[in-house]
């Protein structure tokens, strides 16, 4: 009933007069004569419950004129008065969690990494920088996939270790030119994964001793971007724990008791769960991976089909998500 009032006054706004009945069914969208009849009993009575017309009806209608004037006083009296806001605009980010906008690049898998995959990933960063929405980029480790030092069944006549090192620096080396090229004023870091770390721990598994006269560390430096060596502690941005992953999906918020993003799982989605300690919302975003499933060294898992989801992550300033590539 309110909404066709308010539309009739909107409608005799727009032609500067009462509109006949004609008129009004011609310029609504909300009544008819059917409706109207139905609603106030007549089109005279719908001027007057709008307050635009006076009741002037024949003798022989004036009984079921007064059983729709009843019926309109009663739908008042059921009426419910609405509270309204004294102040209709709020302070939201005093109200609201705020994060500094992050986008978050996970397992490559380097030189399998997935190319298509990585092109979109440029284009969501050239996106969102343009838009001013990103400050940080986080490569969540596992930049290598270091097949040569699996300890899974690998093949030997694949790639040898130096071309595949060789390839894959070539390759994160390519893809921090372009991440500095397209968004340079933004805060870049890299952190290390299970699968970067497989050389160090082949080393120490053969001969401890020569932990002393090898150096992995230059594989992972890049131009301008903070390289986090310490895979055990997670990057803090804000209230947000940045780490590769330690546990299956979503296990990770509960132990570090904090908003988290990782990879790792290869599966990617978002998870809010409220802590029954501090009784607050926190949330976990894993963001997929960006390897290329089909690659020799990505066929270890023991199934064929994968419940792998390629895409990564982004976090705006009030809520993160996962972008999934199809």
């Known amino acids: 009933m309110h909404e066709l009032i308010a539309d009739l006054k909107r409608i005799a706004l727009k032609l500067g007069k009462t509109p006949s009945r004609d008129e009004y069914v011609f310029n609504t969208l909300l009544g008819s004569r059917r409706k109207i009849d139905r609603v ?22 004036t009984r079921e004129n007064e059983i729709v004037k009843q019926r309109i006083a009663r739908f008042y009296e059921r009426s419910v008065d609405v509270d309204i806001p004294s102040k209709p605009f709020v302070d939201i980010g005093a109200e609201l969690d705020t994060h500094e906008q992050t986008l978050c690049i996970p397992d490559l ?9 990585v092109n979109r990933v440029l284009g969501l960063i050239k996106y969102f920088y343009k838009l ?48 500095h090229r397209i968004a340079p004023r ?13 050389p160090h721990k082949r080393l120490l598994e053969s001969n401890s001793v020569l932990e002393a006269f090898y ?24 209230d947000v724990s940045f780490i590769h992953g330690f546990a299956q999906q979503f296990r990770h918020r509960a132990k570090l008791q904090t908003h988290v993003v990782h990879g790792h799982t290869h599966k990617g989605g978002l998870v809010h769960s409220k802590n029954p300690q501090s009784q607050r919302w926190l949330w976990e975003l894993d963001c997929g991976y960006l390897g290329d499933p089909s690659s020799k060294p990505l066929t270890y898992t023991p199934v064929k089909e994968l419940s792998w989801t390629k895409g990564c992550g982004y976090i705006g300033k009030f809520s993160p998500c996962f972008i999934p590539f199809g």
Not at 47 to 55: D, E, H, V, W, Y
Not at 153 to 177: D, F, G, H, T
Not at 186 to 198: E, S, V
Not at 222 to 233: A, Q
């Open 109 to 117: 898998h380097c030189p399998w990494w997935d190319f298509d995959g």
């Open 186 to 198: 933004t805060t870049k870091h890299a952190l290390l994964g299970n699968h970067d770390l497989r």
């Open 40 to 61: 106030f009993g007549s089109y005279t009575l719908f001027l007057q419950a709008s307050g635009l017309g006076t009741l002037d009806t024949p003798k022989s209608n």
């Open 215 to 238: 150096d992995f560390k230059p594989l992972f430096r890049f131009d301008s971007v903070h390289t986090h060596m310490d895979p055990r502690k997670p990057l803090v941005i804000g």
């Open 132 to 179: 001013g929405e990103l400050k940080n980029i986080v490569m969540l480790g596992d930049m290598y996939d270091f097949y040569a030092a699996s300890k899974f069944p690998r093949s030997q006549i694949l790639m040898n270790p130096s071309e595949e090192v060789e390839k894959a620096r070539l390759q994160l080396e390519w893809l921090w030119s372009e991440i």
